[in-house]
């Protein structure tokens, strides 16, 4: 048997398509005593020495709707009446009863029965005044006494009342259970047939619970919204305190599904649900139900190979495929917008910008190489790809000049520690040199004629190109720790360059009997700036942020943040880890403030930083696969660690560490 409300609130979601798995409510009616015969409510209450009927509205004798509940006693003994009704409270936390009575302050008992027959009792006494109604609150993990064992709230089948008073007249009405500074959630199963809910195609089976406790704001009202993860716990997001607060959609993980928006108010003692938020102006109320009715997942999923071709078609097998062959691919055919696949290439081939794919230019791919596409339902815009680091031996046929200078091509000395831009004339000496005991990097430009040399960057009209260099040898400092900059007398600004660190990789911990892998973290920021300077300064380089323990598929920590604070600071900020929110971290304070990449998507290992593009890029995350293995560390200034690689069964990964940000300084 249920409540009339709650068989209105049920026929409500079944007309929504709603059958109730995880619904938030933050009340449970027991009955509203609305009976409009006296058959109709001696058919659902019954009892000893007591005579129910029902009353209808005459004067105060009905206290919400209609009517109430009466019950007139005689002098049999154990007088008492009750209604059988299978319902699970264990996550409510109190009980309120209107009643009253034609005896002053009359002691009776409210009872809830289990399955096996215990009870828990309240005691009530009534109001001072003979027939005056009163609204009792009873809290459920503390009764009265018991029969001996208390009842098992998850499986109460009865309640009622008892040692009700001979000869006296009582009334009653609504009787509900509610939760307080919190909500209750329905479990996820209705019955064994419905098991509408899964993380990552593995159902996920709880029951009827309560939220954490929330507080009330403090100054002005927010939004917080309820979560529940793969492990069945729920969690808040708490939104943010504003007299026109919005829920913090940008702040909640992809890895849970939400279940409600929560309107916080500082003069909240409960939270009530919606249809009840105007009978107390005061209190908190459940705003949204935001439960996803459809949510198309892309857990990743390995389909068949694929032989490269012109023009090639991917099966609906997965989201991840392994390239085969050496064909140029020029078009791939469409799939639904929004659909993101995973390309992993077996041999070296050239994947071409245009027709229907959106490119950051040409992929030239390697063994193992990696990219991923996104579908717009025509075109496949690029996300992320992943080259194959290899050594390089030497860079030849660069152009004779570069806007009129006399730079025929950049050479890299295999065994050496010098890389040089190699003149066309012996006459100007032109090189990039390490001096691997003081860290400090020596441009070496034509000292015989100075105005040969030229460097790229702003002029004075603010335009950016090559621009004089009149002032080299340039001397620069490259800091991989925290330290001091000395000022040489006569230096007044300074080039600097600051990387944030990279954020740690997740590990790929358990999920049901599946360890998926861990996300990458997200590259540190980058500020690029002349900074003026009046003595020595400061020099902060931040740590990259740990890798995430398996064990739990812990998060991977934020890299720290790399700062030169001279007159002015330039900042960078780290990259946030793996599994949180994917954010890069920050420039600021230079002509030139950059972002982070963000961790990108289902890559075994770690991203370097971009040479060409010079800021971080995120780590990637980690590769579903049969063996577990520990993310790579994010090689290159500020990039992000590589999530953990998870396997099927078991024996998830550490995620890799964020590398370390840097400082140079050149004057």
Known sequence: MVSVADFRANLRSLAQMDIGPLQPKAKFTLDQMEYSTNGSASGQYTGTGVTITTQAVSGSLVQEGSFSLKAVTDGTANRSFGRTLSVNLSAYSKIKVWERSSATSDTIQFYLQDGSGNQSRWDITTNASAGTWQQDTLTLASPSSTSGTPANLASITSYGFRDLTASTTYYFDTAAASVGMTIAVRGTNLGSYYRGVSFGGQPLSVNLQAAPTVSAPAANPRIDILTINSSGTLAWVAGTESGSPVAPWSSVPRNVIPIAEVYMKT???QI???EDKDTDANQGYILADVRPFITLAQDPKKGADVASASTMTLGNDGNVFDITGTTTINTISAKPAGECVFLQFDSALTVTDGSNLKLKGNFLTATESALILCSDGANWIEHSRSPV???????????????????????????ATAVEFIPPSSAVESSIEENTSSHKIRLVGDTASPGNNKRYGTNSSGTRGWISATGIPLNCQQFTSSGTWTRPTGVDNVYTKVWGAGGGGQGAGSIGGAHPPGFGGSGGGKCEGI?????????TVGTGGAGGAA?????????????????????????????????????????????????VGNINGAWAADPLLDFAVGGADGEPQTGGT?????????????????????????????????????Y
Do not use: H
């Not at 002015?568 to 982070?596: E, H, Y």
């Open 630 to 666: 520990e993310g790579e560390g994010g090689p290159g200034y500020g990039a992000g660690g590589g999530g953990g690689a998870g396997k099927s069964s078991a024996g998830g990964a550490d995620g890799g560490a964020g590398a370390n940000g840097a400082v140079i300084v050149c």
């Open 272 to 274: 009530l649900d919606y």
């Open 551 to 599: 064990i739990g598929s812990t998060t991977g920590g934020t890299g720290g943040t790399s700062s030169f604070a001279g007159t002015t600071t330039c900042q960078a900020t780290g990259g946030s880890g793996g599994g949180a929110s994917p954010a890069g971290g920050t420039g600021s304070g230079g002509f030139l403030n950059l972002t982070g990449q963000a961790a």
């Open 267 to 269: 003069t909240m003692t």
């Open 531 to 539: 900074i003026a300077v009046t003595s020595n300064v400061t020099v």
């Open 389 to 415: 680091a290899s050594a390089i031996t030497s860079l030849t046929g660069f152009p004779s000049s570069f806007s009129s200078q006399a730079y025929k091509w950049l050479r890299v000395n295999s065994g």
